[in-house]
T-cell receptor, first 117, second 113 residues
């Protein structure tokens, strides 16, 4: 079955540091890949997505590139802010070969990011 | 403006007392989902509606039910909440098709006492 593995957290950084959160996946075919962010006490917000190999998703200074050869979708940001402190979830949605009428997300375990001033 | 709205945001219920959580959407999406998220864990899909068709995940307990009276609204009913059902419940919506983005609401925190 499909699975997503994220780097273990928590991750603690100083403001303006470089961020990388690793994400690798196991799936057949060509899944869509997502990064969601969850701020304390809130629901999930879509941060960025990519639907095919070599696509780069980007939003709010965050980037991730869909690498089929390494089955990875690592999240990066050049300079983090205190306001980026949150839990980050990598997720995938079914592939074309098994595409269904709905998008069943498979989530990674989440990575807690804390940014200090 | 919020597109997926959940009510209430916080709900306290007694052990065994039925509780209903509601979700409404302004996106006119035909797929609606309910996820359960326990502390420090990833969300877990309970079930989804594709239009009026209800689809239960194989491991969703019978204690959890859902209703979708129209496109905009969906309800989660917990018939006899146990202490283990304390969690955040997330409603989400999407257009048809696995590649479309799933949009989440703010979540409803359920406490069972």
């Amino acid at each position: 079955g499909n699975s997503v593995t994220q780097m273990e957290g928590p991750v603690t950084l100083s403001e303006e540091a470089f961020l990388t959160i690793n994400c690798t996946y196991t799936a057949t075919g060509y899944p869509s890949l997502f990064w969601y962010v969850q701020y304390p006490g809130e629901g999930l917000q879509l941060l960025l997505k990519a639907t095919k190999a070599d696509d780069k998703g980007s939003n709010k200074g965050f980037e991730a590139t869909y690498r089929k050869e390494t089955t990875s979708f690592h999240l990066e940001k050049g300079s983090v802010q205190v306001s980026d402190s949150a839990v980050y979830f990598c997720a995938l949605s079914p592939t074309r070969s098994e595409e269904t009428s709905y998008g069943k997300l498979t989530f990674g375990q989440g990575t807690i990011l804390t940014v200090h001033p | 403006d919020a597109m997926v709205i959940q009510n209430p945001r916080y709900q306290v219920t007694q052990f065994g007392k039925p509780v209903t959580l509601s979700c409404s959407q302004t996106l006119n999406h035909n797929v609606m989902y309910w996820y359960q998220q326990k502390s420090s864990q990833a969300p877990k899909l309970l079930f989804h509606y594709y239009d009026k068709d209800f689809n239960n995940e194989a491991d969703t307990p019978d204690n959890f039910q859902s209703r979708r009276p129209n496109t905009s609204f969906c309800f989660l009913d917990i018939r006899s909440p146990g202490l283990g059902d304390a969690a955040m419940y997330l409603c989400a919506t999407s257009r048809t098709g696995g590649r479309n983005t799933i949009y989440f609401g703010e979540g409803s925190w359920l406490t069972v006492v």
